[in-house]
């Protein structure tokens, strides 16, 4: 499959169908971006304060589903890292944890 190809693109209080198309180093603020059970390509970019819209089957005894959405919520949950402000990363007296709810020793 062809993918569209978007490259160091900027993308605002825009929907954007994720699914279909490769973005490279592009940056999406406060955007819906829906993603559809096929092919994408995500490389390098920036998530600001967007929603997700997800239509994806996980087929039973699948393990590359899985993968799949795994991969994708982790992607989620690092651009939600990278734009909290240190103190709500750490704050005083909390105990650190990993995207995954583990302590941090």
Not at 15 to 27: D, K, P
Not at 74 to 87: G, H, N, R, V, Y
Request: charged content about 15%.
């Amino acid at each position: 499959m062809l993918l569209t190809k978007h490259e160091n693109e900027t993308f605002l209080n825009q929907t954007v169908y994720i699914s279909g198309q490769a973005f490279v180093r592009c940056t999406f603020i406060a955007c819906t971006l829906v993603l559809r059970e096929t092919v994408y390509h995500l490389e390098g970019c920036t998530f600001e304060r967007c929603n997700w819209h997800v239509d994806w089957v996980l087929m039973w005894g699948s393990p590359e589903s899985i993968r799949e959405i795994k991969a994708l919520v982790s992607l989620i949950e690092t651009a939600q890292q990278q734009q909290l402000p240190a103190d709500q990363l750490n704050p005083v007296g909390a105990t650190p944890v990993t995207p995954y709810g583990q302590t941090v020793k």
